[in-house]
């Protein structure tokens, strides 16, 4: 058989099969893939980021926003099977699917295969820190889930590294770049637009999206790291916990803490 | 009168097994003077430019006018017919390297019989064989001509796979031509017979879903065909098919 040579050489090499036409499962598993991307992770994308945007009203209106997420049905279930184990197989069939290919952007630095390649990048930058994220913010130190009050101060806490400040703005543009460009993706590719216009088109769309979506997230940083509450408190009470006749009374209490 | 020369380089190899070298060759200049032409000089007197005897260069070549698509190869870095590519177009010194994609048969040329086995597996003919005479086909409308048209130009030459990130020995790709081509042979009249055999073998493994959507194919093709436009077609024909076997059962 071929004996290893230099580098340059190549071995000898079977090439690339041809289409096993109709056999295995591929298909479905990327299908699977490609639309987790949409829903339910980029839905709830877009409701995090939406959520996320009360904190620039505050830590009392956050802890709200905390508390009504944790008080949907089946909670627990639902964080699982609709946020938890999307992810974690759009990010492990992602790198799965990254290996496999094989960029060429030194030969054809075409816009579409700069894309191909941020799409990529973006998605392990994500991935990685959306780990981090759950694993940092969900299930450790105190459990937002039963102290929703503590929800400010918790991110707050977090921000105060400059560091993370920085890892949370790159993450937020990757995230926000790799679902932009992933729903230009999933039109292209599941048909929705076959047109080259209409591709055009939806580019403009997701690029303004992409643009907005990233834009309210940086405002949600800034409302953790900005002047307006700085020091926020540990625990802020949380008009609902309390009869809505004495919101004004809780708001009061929130008031005198905060000037703690 | 100053001869004006131009310089290539070849990457040679003797065979499969071979080790590979880079040979120049200085050549001298004439109007028109394309890839193949001077492959052909190189030919008719195989010496490299530092004066050594060499052997004549293996490639594959036919048409001469870009409508065989057998003369592929790798040119200043990118994926092109060479018959085509016009020297006066080209940075110098001219650097030709077969395809890496398949396997290397000798020098510039290389094994495409994998498109060619793709475009079996998917049933790229209209099925119009038998014993007696059919008759006159289907009406095609002129609309449907004019869309069919551009698929219908391919030359399988393979530039689209050559230069697709997918198109790789861990995906065993179809490629962006074989699912043109479904395109094609499932908007014929005739050959629609086959549509649903074509759109399931497209969803089997190495098939339609390997597709990244990274366009490098349409900037390639030397025909401009319409490939992402028929990827993205074919894509949802594809969707909708196991959508239905599913349902069904
Ligand atoms: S769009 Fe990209 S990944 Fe798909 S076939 Fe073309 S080059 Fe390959
Ligand atoms: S689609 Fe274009 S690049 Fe691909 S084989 Fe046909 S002519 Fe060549
Ligand atoms: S020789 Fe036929 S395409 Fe170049």
């Given at each position: 058989m071929a004996t290893v040579q230099s580098s340059a050489v190549p071995t000898v090499r079977r090439g690339v099969e041809p289409l096993r036409a109709g056999q295995g499962t591929s298909f479905i598993w990327h299908k699977l893939h490609s639309l987790l991307g949409i829903v339910p992770i980029g839905a709830f994308l877009l409701e995090h980021l939406l959520s996320n945007f009360e904190a620039l009203k505050g830590p009392v209106a956050y802890g709200e926003q905390v508390r009504f997420l944790n008080s949907l049905p089946l909670v627990r279930v639902l964080e699982w099977v609709f946020i938890f184990l999307p992810i974690l197989y759009h990010g492990i069939y992602g790198v799965y699917i990254w290996l496999r290919g094989k960029s060429n952007i030194v030969y054809y630095p075409w816009a579409g295969n700069w894309m191909y390649l941020s799409q990529r990048y973006t998605g392990i930058v994500a991935f990685a820190y959306i780990i981090q994220h759950v694993l940092r913010q969900r299930f450790m130190g105190i459990m937002l889930p039963e102290h929703p009050g503590a929800?400010?101060?918790?991110?707050?806490?977090?921000?105060?590294?400059?560091?993370?400040?920085?890892?949370?703005?790159?993450?937020?543009?990757?995230?926000?770049?790799?679902?932009?460009?992933?729903?230009w993706l999933f039109a292209a590719k599941w048909g929705i637009t076959p047109g080259e216009v209409a591709r055009r088109r939806f580019a403009y769309v997701c690029a303004v999206l992409g643009v907005l979506l990233a834009a309210m997230g940086i405002a949600s940083i800034w409302a953790f790291t900005g002047p307006k509450y700085q020091n926020a408190p540990a625990d802020v009470r949380l008009s609902t916990l309390v009869a809505p006749a004495h919101s004004g009374a809780a708001f009061h209490s929130i008031g005198s803490q905060l000037m703690i | 009168m100053a001869t004006r020369t131009v310089t290539f380089e070849i990457k040679r190899q003797a065979g499969p097994d071979a080790p590979a070298v880079w040979e120049s060759f200085e050549l001298e200049w004439?109007?028109?003077?394309?890839?193949?032409?001077?492959?052909?000089?190189?030919?008719?007197?195989?010496?490299?430019?530092?004066?050594?005897?060499?052997?004549?260069?293996?490639?594959?070549?036919?048409?001469?006018?870009?409508?065989?698509?057998?003369?592929?190869?790798?040119?200043?870095?990118?994926?092109?017919?060479?018959?085509?590519?016009?020297?006066?177009?080209?940075?110098?010194?001219?650097?030709?390297?077969?395809?890496?994609?398949?396997?290397?048969?000798?020098?510039?040329?290389?094994?495409?019989?994998?498109?060619?086995?793709?475009?079996?597996?998917?049933?790229?003919?209209?099925?119009?064989?038998?014993?007696?005479?059919?008759?006159?086909?289907?009406?095609?409308?002129?609309?449907?001509?004019?869309?069919?048209?551009?698929?219908?130009?391919?030359?399988?030459?393979?530039?689209?796979?050559?230069?697709?990130?997918?198109?790789?020995?861990?995906?065993?790709?179809?490629?962006?031509?074989?699912?043109?081509?479904?395109?094609?042979?499932?908007?014929?009249?005739?050959?629609?017979?086959?549509?649903?055999?074509?759109?399931?073998?497209?969803?089997?493994?190495?098939?339609?879903?390997?597709?990244?959507?990274?366009?490098?194919?349409?900037?390639?093709?030397?025909?401009?065909?319409?490939?992402?436009?028929?990827?993205s077609d074919v894509g949802r024909d594809v969707l909708t098919q196991k959508v239905k076997d599913w349902l069904r059962g």
């Open positions: 929800a400010f101060w918790k991110v707050q806490h977090e921000l105060a590294n400059p560091w993370m400040v920085a890892v949370y703005v790159i993450a937020m543009i990757c995230v926000c770049w790799h679902f932009a460009y992933g729903v | 004439r109007p028109g003077m394309n890839v193949v032409s001077a492959m052909m000089e190189i030919a008719a007197n195989p010496v490299t430019a530092d004066g050594k005897p060499t052997t004549p260069i293996v490639y594959d070549s036919n048409c001469l006018e870009e409508i065989c698509g057998s003369c592929a190869m790798k040119i200043n870095g990118r994926a092109r017919m060479a018959c085509s590519a016009l020297v006066d177009n080209l940075e110098q010194p001219i650097r030709v390297e077969p395809l890496t994609k398949f396997p290397l048969v000798r020098d510039l040329q290389v094994d495409r019989s994998v498109l060619f086995e793709n475009l079996m597996r998917v049933k790229a003919w209209v099925p119009v064989d038998g014993t007696y005479d059919l008759g006159s086909g289907p009406r095609v409308y002129p609309q449907e001509q004019e869309a069919n048209y551009p698929l219908s130009n391919c030359i399988s030459c393979t530039c689209c796979m050559e230069v697709c990130p997918q198109f790789n020995e861990a995906t065993d790709f179809v490629g962006a031509a074989t699912i043109a081509q479904v395109k094609l042979f499932n908007n014929h009249p005739t050959g629609k017979v086959f549509k649903e055999d074509r759109l399931r073998a497209l969803a089997g493994d190495g098939g339609i879903q390997e597709c990244g959507y990274a366009q490098n194919c349409v900037e390639a093709c030397p025909k401009q065909i319409p490939l992402t436009n028929a990827i």
